[in-house]
């Protein structure tokens, strides 16, 4: 890979974490063939991103984006960041689905990180995830300052599961609210408490109760008492937080570890003088669609998920909800959904089990013969202006 100079991301105007340096590659043509993760006709870039906050074992990692518009003035710019490390190109089996009702009016980035972005040290003792953070961070202010993936209008950004944390990071540590116009959230951020979802009898989260002090609650749960689910993240999670956060077993940590957890979480996280926020200016504004139900996601009749069982979402609605509710009603551009029948993801996708984050797949019992996906690209169509 052929590298030019190195782009130094200009700091926010309000006190945040520094952002990192940029060294892009060539511009060549993404792949199409069997397998492919892009989208059809993109142009793909391979750059490094390193971050001074990072150990320097790792500091610099590789990351490849894919840009392509079908527009000669774009509308905006609307970057993709995928769940768990964020290897992968697309949202899922529904990522192209979303591209193809952007790509017209909207330039559209996909994002694959050559490993973890979450891993910030070669030491598990040493790592951090909301220093990690910076590398997406950095990643989002350098498309946002290219004319060639941000050619025109308005900055936005759609995020999933641990991809949804990527961008809620950014916009509360390292100002990219300064810049993003309207970002949806699907199943997330996950990463907001992280010591809730790890420790022992994790707490039980109770969204959209209707009290005076949430944040807007866009569905029936507004009027119904909400619905309460419980923090703790399951199995298949708490592994790759484990592997993350260099902890050998979230779901039994305490004491000091617990400490360390919160102060990389999104929410109460720790960085020297740094004050994180939470109520973002008039320009931005932010969708949060979260798996809903009492304890379970309305499948199969279901009423109780005890031990996560068949039917049940996973952790990703009280971990975004412990984001959300820090705006409490003073945000008017926040929005949160509650989704019924979140789907599985990865292998099968079409299952409804007890890894269930799957919003794409769900419905908003407000609107139960629209297709969540559809609400989704049809509130950033809306708002990504």
Known sequence: ??????????????????????????????????????????????????????????????????????????????????????????????????????VSSYMIVYVEWESAWETSSSTASERNILSAACRPATLLAWINGSSITHPSGAMCAQGKSAGSAAIAYSMSWYGADSYLTNVELLAGPVLSEINEGCTSGAPTVTMCSGLSTDPSCYSTYKTSGGWSTSAAYTSNDASGINAWAGVSDCGTSSGSELTRLQEMSIVGGAYGTVTPKYIFSTTTKRHGWVCAGPNTNYYMGSTDCPGFSSGCPNNSSPQGWYWYEQAGNSDSNLVVTGTNACKGDGAAPNLYYSEAEGIEGGFDPTFPTMSETAEIESDMTSKCL
């Not at 590298?3 to 940029?22: K, W």
């Not at 511009?27 to 793909?44: D, I, Q």
């Not at 984006?65 to 509308?75: D, L, M």
């Open 1 to 102: 890979m052929t590298l030019a100079a190195a782009f130094v991301a200009a700091p926010p105007a309000h006190a945040q974490i520094p952002l990192g340096t940029v060294t892009p590659g060539d511009p060549s043509t993404c792949y199409s063939g069997t397998g492919s993760e892009w989208y059809a006709g993109m142009t793909c870039r391979g750059l490094i991103i390193n971050c001074s906050n990072v150990d320097a074992n790792v500091a610099g990692i590789a990351v490849t984006i894919g840009y392509v518009t079908q527009s000669a003035s774009p509308k905006g710019t609307i970057v993709f960041f995928t769940g768990g490390a964020g290897t992968q190109g697309t949202l899922g089996t529904s990522g192209n689905e979303f591209a193809n009702a952007y």
